[in-house]
């Protein structure tokens, strides 16, 4: 995903943040912080830290140059174990230098950990052991459940859902999941069938004519569908894929109008279900 889309989508998540300008240095704490906690994500993706944006207007208030990697890095290798891979890199956007920092999704050796305290003018910011963790748009310190579910994604499978949208195509409506896939099993995953189920003021509507695209859904682009028509998953990786049901106006009406009780998405393989997952936020789509 281009840094330009992260920017238009106007939002936070787990694996972006904006700063207005990059950290002073009698800030370089947060910046520590903010590695280790995007990095204890269990989300297997990059993760992005994107300077020069004002995070609650998103609009681009100065164009930021970023100090030399090789000082960041040995800050970073000083005060976090195990060590955390990242890129410095810039970009394009409303004609303004925008630069960024990339948290690599091969940091996968959970938890990482604060080496040694931080203090700066007499004062400690950062403490020896402590674990931050990244939830939605807020770094915390990882408790006991964080903790289990770190461990336990070491060997599992799950799914981050990004966003949802609906799109029209010659006269044709699709109703579009963004999700990244992350499998950290020692197999392939593959699902060859994908259903989609809404409880609506207690009607059940399930869709399951669906298309994978790699990007947005939309006429000029070739659909990307395997060979096999299925979702393939390969072991110790992850993919970012958009999973887009096919629905006719009156169901689109339905769900851009109603309150949705609940949304499951449930992924098949030989006609038996492995994987649901319920997406408890979506009360509402909106059209793109």
Do not use: W
Not at 4 to 26: A, G, N, R, W
Not at 127 to 152: C, M, P, Q, V, W
Not at 213 to 242: A, F, P, Q, W
């Amino acid at each position: 995903m281009k840094i330009s889309e992260f920017i238009l989508q106007h939002k936070e998540t787990d694996i972006v943040d904006f700063k207005k300008s990059f950290y002073k240095d009698d800030k370089k704490y947060d910046f520590i912080k903010d590695l280790a906690s995007f990095s204890n994500n269990a989300i297997n993706s990059d993760k992005y830290i994107i300077f020069g944006i004002e995070d609650k207007t998103f609009k681009v208030c100065e164009e930021t140059e970023i100090q030399d990697i090789s000082n960041l890095q040995q800050l970073i290798s000083e005060y976090i174990e195990p060590t955390i891979s990242f890129e410095v890199n810039d970009d394009l956007f409303e004609n303004k230098r925008i630069s960024y920092i990339t948290i690599k999704r091969q940091n996968n050796n959970l938890p990482f950990i604060i080496k040694k305290d931080y203090t700066f003018k007499g004062r400690t910011y950062l403490r020896k052991g402590e674990i931050y963790i990244r939830k939605g748009a807020t770094n915390f310190i990882a408790s006991r459940n964080d903790l289990d579910t770190i461990y336990f994604n070491k060997n599992d499978f799950s799914l981050f859902y990004y966003d949802d949208f609906f799109t029209k195509i010659s006269k044709k409506y699709y109703l579009s999941y963004r999700l990244i896939f992350n499998n950290n099993t020692l197999k392939n995953m593959r699902f060859d069938h994908v259903a989609c189920e809404f409880l609506i003021n207690g009607s059940i509507i399930i869709l399951d004519k669906c298309i994978f695209t790699n990007d947005k859904i939309n006429e000029k682009d070739k659909l990307y569908i395997s060979k096999e028509h299925c979702i393939l998953v390969r072991s110790m990786n992850s993919c970012n894929l958009y999973l887009n049901f096919e629905i006719d106006e009156n169901t689109q009406k339905i769900l851009q109008s109603k309150k949705i009780d609940y949304t499951i998405l449930k992924l098949n393989s030989n006609k038996e279900c492995v994987y649901s997952m319920e997406i408890n936020k979506m009360k509402n789509i909106r059209e793109k």
